[in-house]
């Protein structure tokens, strides 16, 4: 049975574990004329013992499901197998999964791993049947063991209440330990890179030329590690992108809320946040095919040499792709404003735009200043426009009519390739990711400082 079949079935058991919970708690109630809490809170009970206890057993055991029946497996490999080395038996199994579940494999399959390839597909289907089974009598014996608890006195709304409360811990908890995970893993690589290239060439070296050589016997570069020229051409075509996106994002979340009818409004609105839904590839492409060579163009009019690939255009339909995570944010936040600050201001005399720009406009400023920050963080991130717009060239300028790269590109281009993991090369783009971490990590305390200072001021 396939595990969404399951996971239906738990789904309709949690339904009727529901349904026979309040009838219960109705009949309890009607036979002692007291009932502790509504009835729906009696259902709940049964339908989250019916459910939560299966579903856990049931992602425990896919999650440890593939891991057990491997080493199994191995085990009962010939032993002339199970000497080699980590990497040979890793190709070992997966010929022994592909030939089970009849996928090409990487060569001839021999009678060993045939005979291994047929237990494995019974170890696995001897699994789902017991998981199938395990689980639906979790489901079951839940359901009954909650129905039995229902009595007049049994505190269900607490019970619910204190339940939901555990699992909206533990989600939180869920993201935050990912979070963390997330930052140690790409540490740890950051740190194992460190240790074969000095700390101080990558932070104050102003050449990036990452190519190294494979093999020792190999003639090549031993790569140059600075990246301050990746940093520099971020910041540039984020700071291009956002004298473009917060000035226009701005103004239109202001002329929305403030001076827009309410049916122009709802057609506008729609309209400028379809910019975010549209592919960064399709902002990549107009960037390339359209405002690259626009830009280069009107350079050569008037004297100037203007890169194919340049800053500036990349920068320039970035800031357009990035408009909505200002306007948006900022029209809901200035309309988060309370009425009451408008009508004192002008009631004191105040004009429409003085209100606007000395009441409305500072009430809002922590909301506009994360919408900012929001984008700020999309264009740090952003990576195919800068690929099909601004090239791959790691240099050190200022000058937004040059060809430059960011550190989010070469990450992709560093982890492409035949490179082993533990190169340098390699490694250097988990140095790149952490050094991004702490440049968005910056602008988050910021951001927050601000916040934090107007809040004060407003609350």
């Known amino acids: 049975m396939p595990v969404y079949f399951v996971v239906l079935a738990i789904l309709g058991l949690t339904t009727i574990a529901y349904h026979y919970g309040r009838k219960r708690a ?85 009678l060993g791993i045939a005979a291994a390839a047929k237990h494995y597909k019974e170890l696995k289907s001897l699994s789902r ?114 004298l473009v996106a917060v000035p226009i994002g701005l103004m239109s979340a202001i002329y929305l809320s403030e001076y827009a009818s309410a049916r122009l409004r709802a057609i506008a609105k729609p309209i400028l946040e379809i910019l975010a839904g549209i592919p960064t590839v399709v902002y990549g492409f107009f960037a390339a095919l359209t405002v690259a060579p626009f830009i280069r163009d009107s350079g050569g009019l008037l004297g100037l040499e203007v890169s194919s690939e340049s800053a500036l255009a990349a920068g320039l339909v970035m800031g357009v792709m990035i408009i909505p995570f200002v306007s948006s944010l900022s029209d809901d936040v200035i309309n988060a404003v309370p009425q009451s600050l408008r009508d004192a201001s002008l009631g004191i005399g105040a004009t429409h735009s003085e209100t606007i720009r000395q009441v409305v406009i500072p009430a809002a400023l922590p909301g506009i200043a994360g919408g900012v920050l929001l984008a700020a963080s999309r264009a740090i991130g952003e990576t195919m426009i800068v690929v099909m717009a601004a090239g791959l060239a790691a240099n050190l300028t200022i000058n937004p009519l040059d060809s430059v790269t960011t550190v989010t590109v070469q990450i992709v281009t560093l982890l492409v390739g035949d490179q082993e993991f533990d190169s340098p090369k390699t490694l250097a783009a988990f140095a790149l990711g952490i050094s991004l971490f702490l440049v968005t990590l910056v602008l988050n305390v910021i951001a927050l400082h601000i916040v934090r200072k107007y809040r004060e001021q407003y609350d």
């Open 26 to 110: 109705l009949t309890v109630s009607a036979s002692s004329n007291h009932l502790h809490s509504l009835p729906h809170y009696y259902g709940a009970w049964t339908a989250i013992w019916c459910s939560i206890p299966a579903l856990a057993v049931l992602v425990l055991w896919l999650a440890l499901q593939s891991t057990i029946i491997t080493n199994i497996v191995i085990a009962d490999l010939p032993s002339a197998i199970t000497d080699l080395n980590e990497q040979r038996i890793g190709l070992v199994i997966n010929d022994i999964r592909n030939y089970a579940e009849g996928r090409i494999t990487s060569g001839e399959i021999s």
């Open 129 to 242: 049947m017991a998981l199938v089974v395990i689980v639906l009598a979790i489901a079951i014996f839940g359901g009954i063991m909650a129905l039995r608890l229902i009595s007049p006195d049994f505190r269900a709304r607490n019970t619910v209440e204190n339940i939901i409360r555990g699992l909206l811990v533990i989600c939180s908890s869920i993201a935050i330990l990912t979070t963390i995970g997330i930052v140690l893993s790409v540490l740890f690589e950051a740190i194992r890179f460190f240790d074969q290239i000095p700390i101080t060439q990558f932070l104050f070296g102003t050449e990036w030329s990452p190519q190294t050589a494979i093999r020792t016997d190999q003639v090549g570069s031993s790569g140059a590690f600075g990246a301050i020229p990746l940093l520099t051409g971020t910041l540039l075509i984020s700071f291009i992108a956002l």
